[in-house]
């Protein structure tokens, strides 16, 4: 059967928290067991479909209770549409006719890059598994297949359910609908299953194993060597007593720009010495926003919260070196050179350990409290700049083509 192409990404999410998000039922003194990432698993699945581009989102729910109307005044604070449904005819007000509508089961976690992946797909599809025994969690289709929890439909699909019974599951329903229209199936690697890609999340245990493999992927993805290896597992073990106070989520969230501004103001008051541990703070403090929110980039509306702390971090040089030469230009050469040589490192590409280092605000920033230390601000911007260029001919000199020639 040839398939029908569709140019636009799914457009509105359906959820479910019909009896099987845990996280929203618990009590609260078992809340921390049965938390994702510091939030509900529903809540998880919002933030990362809206990662994949999805701003529009509709929650197959029995019940409205106050912490499901929470969370949609929470999403609607950053233009985030959360509406609630209870049968076929409901979902039928929020939809148009050309919406892709990404499905997702209830109980199922996705790794946030495996939803972006999927959801660039111009075909619609029902995810599957083959019907292994491993796979024992997923709802079964027939006796060889199970659905994988993803399916990506048309509007028109959904509008069959229509008349569908309100004690009927939407979600289920949906699933044999598809089906029967002949949406293709698509046939997932068991791989998915085995790495922690895709997760049925059942009880506490399950909460408490996702929540350390999160925590491992946000700690590997960080950029830098000092980021990655250090700062990253010291933060995750942080993260767990952040993720249960909102408070502490906050303060967390804007500690980086803070100890920035801090910076800047030790910076251009001359204690030289304060504004690199001002700055090294602040590479710290956002070392740890990254592993307890995962929110790098924002909402697309406001910069990323990573780009304004280093942005403040440059002036802070900048305005220390200014100083530290008696309001002469000497040091400015050497805080261009620094931060020329750091922006260009994160356009080009470069190996592995070059990448590690070269891109490591917090090496950076260690490296300048103790040249200032030792030999003064701008003179330690000065040994930074030779270091940071050494690195960068070991690089060339690593991935040049004679010696690609060599390891071929």
């Not at 197959?60 to 209770?65: A, R």
């Amino acid at each position: 059967m040839v398939s029908v192409r569709f140019p636009e990404k799914p457009s509105v999410a359906l959820l479910s928290v019909t009896g099987g998000d845990v996280s929203t039922s618990s009590a609260p003194t078992d809340r921390g067991n049965t938390e994702l990432a510091g939030g509900s698993l529903v809540a998880y699945q919002i933030k990362t479909l809206c990662r994949a581009g999805i701003s529009r989102f509709l929650v197959e729910v029995e019940n409205v209770d106050g912490a499901m109307l929470a969370l949609a005044d929470q999403c609607r604070q950053q233009d985030i549409l959360v509406d609630f449904v209870r049968t076929g005819a409901d979902i039928q007000r929020y939809l148009k006719l050309d919406d892709r509508v990404w499905v997702q089961s209830g109980q199922l976690y996705v790794q946030p890059d495996f939803v972006e992946t999927l959801a660039k797909s111009a075909d619609n599809f029902v995810a599957t598994l083959d019907g292994r025994d491993e796979n024992s969690l997923f709802e079964r289709i027939d006796l060889n297949t199970r659905w994988a929890g993803i399916s990506v439909v048309s509007a028109s699909t959904i509008s069959m359910l229509k008349d569908l019974p309100e004690d009927w599951s939407i979600i289920s329903s949906l699933l044999r609908q598809a089906i029967l229209a002949n949406v293709p199936l698509r046939l997932l690697s068991q791989q998915h299953v085995n790495n922690g890609t895709l997760n049925i999340v059942q009880g506490p245990q399950d909460f408490v194993q996702l929540n350390k493999q999160i925590l491992r992927r946000r700690v590997a993805s960080q950029p830098g060597m000092v980021e990655a290896r250090v700062l990253g597992p010291a933060s995750a073990k942080l993260v767990p007593f952040i993720w249960q106070s909102p408070i502490a989520l906050k303060l967390v969230k804007f500690a980086g720009p803070i100890f920035a501004f801090g910076a800047i103001a030790l910076g251009v008051s001359g204690y030289a010495l304060a504004a690199t541990g001002a700055a090294f703070a602040a590479v710290v403090a956002n070392s740890l926003r990254l592993a307890a929110t995962d929110d790098p980039n924002g909402r697309g509306k406001i910069p990323s919260l990573t780009t304004v702390t280093l942005v403040l971090l440059v002036i802070a040089m900048f305005g220390a070196a200014y100083m530290d030469t008696s309001y002469t230009s000497d040091g400015l050469f050497a805080a261009f050179a620094v931060a020329s040589i750091a922006f260009i490192s994160m356009r080009v590409s470069l190996p592995h350990w070059a990448y590690g280092l070269l891109r490591s605000a917090a090496m950076l920033s260690i490296l300048a409290i103790v040249g200032t230390a030792v030999l003064g601000f701008t003179y330690a911007l000065q040994w930074i700049m030779v270091a940071q260029l050494s690195v960068f001919m070991f690089a060339c000199y690593d991935s040049g083509p004679d010696k690609k020639a060599d390891q071929a």
